[in-house]
């Protein structure tokens, strides 16, 4: 596997991730419109960060059902290519699929592990990873990978979620779910989209990995929803490892836990529906040149 994968016996938890990822795929596929509505302004900057050019080859990583590669691929014209992947094949499937139906031919997709990116050396001009890199185990060992396959002088971005007390958007699920059931979310030795929320966190990552010219910013990530049954279609569906939890507990429970983060949520109330806050931190290096 070489240096730029931890060898430790992880107790099967990376292949218990896959299979939780893949498990949520179709709800990611039927809200991927609502997804990619909500991301649009951080995909937005996350395309200029990366200096998108026509023509160049550009890797998503963690692409789910892939609504930034799919807006990659406009700006890189016929010439460039993109590749979406995912260590969900069922997350890749849906991306391309929506990719074709749009119309673009300039996609194929890749069933890939960020932490260990079966690809050559110096292989693409980008790499853009959008809520991705703070849910696997090892983290650092991604944006070793994200280094490697570009080419010098290429240039990646990646978007984490920001301090969960900023994030209640999704917070206030997690602390339900721990005030109901006594369960940390996520559990101990368990990746989750709070991961990287430290200060500093992702910049050292990305400086550890050997990029230069290294800028974090926050982006403001709010999610407004009409009603709180609109806000609970869509949270505890698509929350990975959560939505599995939530998927096994007793109805009274997640009805307890619902009561819970919606009273949590009465703060964001507004005159027509909620505004909860969220913060997204963008990361952007460059493999130096040659
Ligand atoms: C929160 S979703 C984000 C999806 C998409 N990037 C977006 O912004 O809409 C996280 C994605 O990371 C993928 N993922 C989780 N672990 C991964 C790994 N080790 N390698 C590649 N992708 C992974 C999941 O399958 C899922 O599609």
Not at 71 to 96: F, N, Q, R, W, Y
Not at 249 to 258: G, Q
Request: net charge negative; proline share 8%; charged share 20%.
């Amino acid at each position: 596997m070489g240096d730029a994968y931890s060898e430790v016996d992880d107790g099967g938890l990376r292949a218990s991730l896959r299979g939780i990822w893949s498990s949520v795929a179709p709800a990611w596929g039927e809200l991927a419109e609502q997804v990619d509505a909500r991301g649009a302004e951080l995909a937005e900057a996350m395309l200029d960060a990366g200096a998108l050019v026509w023509g160049d080859h550009v890797l998503e990583i963690a692409c789910g059902p892939g609504g930034l590669g799919i807006a990659a691929a406009g700006k890189v014209g016929p010439e460039g290519t993109v590749v979406l992947s995912d260590i969900a094949a069922e997350m890749t499937t849906i991306a391309v699929e929506r990719a074709h139906r749009a119309g673009l031919t300039n996609i194929t997709a890749r069933q890939l592990d960020l932490e260990r990116i079966d690809c050559p050396d110096s292989a693409f001009d980008k790499v853009l990873c959008r809520d991705g890199l703070m849910l696997v185990p090892d983290p650092a060992a991604g944006a070793r990978e994200a280094r490697r396959i570009l080419r010098p002088g290429g240039r990646a971005v990646f978007a984490v979620w920001g301090p969960r007390d900023r994030n209640p958007w999704l917070g206030v699920l997690f602390d339900a779910v721990t005030a109901e059931t006594g369960i940390s979310v996520p559990p101990p030795g368990m990746p989750g989209p709070f991961s990287l929320e430290a200060p500093g966190a992702l910049g050292a990552i990305l400086a550890a990995a050997g990029f230069i010219g290294i800028d974090v910013c926050e982006i403001s990530t709010p999610m407004t929803v009409e009603s709180i049954a609109d806000w609970w279609s869509v949270v505890p569906a698509l929350a990975g490892p959560l939505a599995r939890l939530l998927g096994s507990l007793p109805a009274e429970l997640t009805r307890a836990i619902r009561a819970r983060a919606v009273a949590a949520m009465a703060d964001f109330a507004t005159s027509d529906g909620y505004r909860l806050p969220g913060v997204s931190l963008m990361g952007v290096g460059c493999r130096p040149p040659r």
